[in-house]
Structure formats: C-alpha cells, structure tokens
C-alpha cells in the first residue's frame, strides 16, 4: 500500500532554517511527481514545490529563492530545505504523490499526515 511520512517539522525562529523529509514506502518514488503543500489555520491549502521523476523542480513565487526540494533515489525520500524562515510561514507541511511523472497541478494523490512547522520568536 502506498504511504507517505512526512518529518523534520518543529519550532524555529524567524530567519532560521529547517529540512522536511517525505518518505514514502509502497512505490517508488522518483517514478512520479511530488509535491510538497502547506495549511495554515483558516487559509486555503498551498501548494509550494514539486520535482517531477526526472527532476525537474517548479517553486510558488512565496517560496522560491528560500525553499528547495531535492530527491535521494535510495532512501526513496523527498525533502524541502526551507531556510530564511518568515513568520508566516507558519503552517502543516505536507507532501503527495503526483498522479504522472510530471509536476502537474492539482494531480496528486496518497498525501502524508503533515508535519508541524512554526516560526515563532
């Protein structure tokens, strides 16, 4: 069964760094896109990145020169290096398997159960 876990969530302060792991299990992961997807409390969900299986990377402009997502093939694991760390930032991470090999927006299924990240001074 597919699955995903995300981690490496937790409390940073403003203009700090932290490192998101999507580990996924039950297919192989550089086969398909991945997205990775924020919620804050009463907004809307975001998307921020994707990598498409041959590694191509797309960013949301509320992200991109801050946010990274990279790949490792052998841990079967996608991350989002996330750094210079906004306040409103602050939100649940999660990550989702693109439905084909290319990034395409909206096409994901198999999310993870998120992960906490709050900027905070």
């Known amino acids: 069964q597919s699955q995903l876990v995300e981690s490496g969530g937790g409390l940073v302060q403003p203009g700090g760094s932290l490192r998101l792991s999507c580990a996924a299990s039950?297919?192989?992961?550089?086969?398909?896109?991945t997205g990775w997807f924020r919620q804050a409390p009463g907004k809307e969900r975001e998307e921020l990145s994707c990598?498409?299986?041959?590694?191509?990377?797309n960013y949301a402009d509320s992200v991109k020169g801050r946010f990274t997502v990279s790949r490792d093939k052998a841990k079967n694991t996608v991350y989002l290096e996330m750094n210079s760390l906004k306040l409103e930032d602050t939100a649940v991470y999660y990550c989702?398997?693109?439905?084909?090999?290319?990034?395409?927006?909206?096409?994901?299924?198999?999310w993870g159960q998120g992960t906490q990240v709050t900027v905070s001074s």
């Open positions: 989702a398997k693109g439905v084909f090999r290319m990034c395409a927006r909206g096409e994901y299924e198999y």
């Open positions: 990598i498409s299986s041959s590694g191509t990377t």
């Open positions: 039950g297919f192989t992961l550089d086969h398909y896109a």
